[in-house]
């Protein structure tokens, strides 16, 4: 084991890998026990298969929920958009979770207010997959606990960050790589000039996925970031889903 940072630079891994004390491996197996949640290596065969394709995938996630969603029988979209999103934004990315998941499609997201958990609500009863930000254990927002719960019930809540940690700025953006990691494509729903929701787009893109868009007012800030990615060439999306399935292999 005391060789496996050595190794690992000969591998060519540019950072280096830093082993835990056993103590601290036992407390963070007994913290993930407690939740009652489980690692999931990339090397196990119910590691989510798309995400093992992508230049950086976690070497293990936390895992609580149904841990057969993540094996790509079924195709995965990620929808995300902005926090504080308008009613009719809400509206359409959870009607479009809904229409997913009628048709066997897994929506993932991750967490945050707005549209993303607008979009974990319409597809909580046919399958959804939440991306936390921090630890398994941390609700985040605070507001949405009962739905973070909920997920961890009727879906699949995964992290890659240890038990306890408390989200930060810099965190985000690796959350948002699992989500685009995760999906076939990825579709924002009203998204700001500057947001987190474009940076999932670029991670889509760079990961080879598709990127779908919304439409929105000229004049809403609110969406000035989805009709830059369709001016870029994004894939515009109706709200009935109907391009997210032909896109995505369903037809």
Known sequence: ME???????????????????????EQESEAIANVGAHLLA???????????????PPPVLTVLGRTEMLGGQEPTVGIVGARNASGAGRRIAQGIATDLGGRGIIVASGLARGIDTSAHNGALKTGTIAVATGGMDVFYPPENEELQVA????????SEQPMGTEPQA????????????LSMGVLVVEAAARSGSLITARKALEQGREVFAVPGSPRDPRTQGT?????????????AGRHCRRHCGHG
């Open 3 to 25: 060789a496996v940072p050595e190794l690992a630079r000969y591998g060519g891994r540019k950072r280096p890998i830093r082993l835990l004390e056993p103590s601290k491996v």
């Open 42 to 56: 990339a090397c196990e065969p119910g590691y989510p298969t798309a995400l093992a394709t992508i230049a950086d």
């Open 151 to 158: 997920i961890s019930a009727q879906g699949a809540l995964i």
């Open 170 to 181: 810099r965190h985000f953006p690796r959350r948002n790589r699992l989500i685009s990691g």
């Open 227 to 239: 009709n830059h990615l369709l001016r870029q060439g994004a894939i515009l999306t109706e709200p």
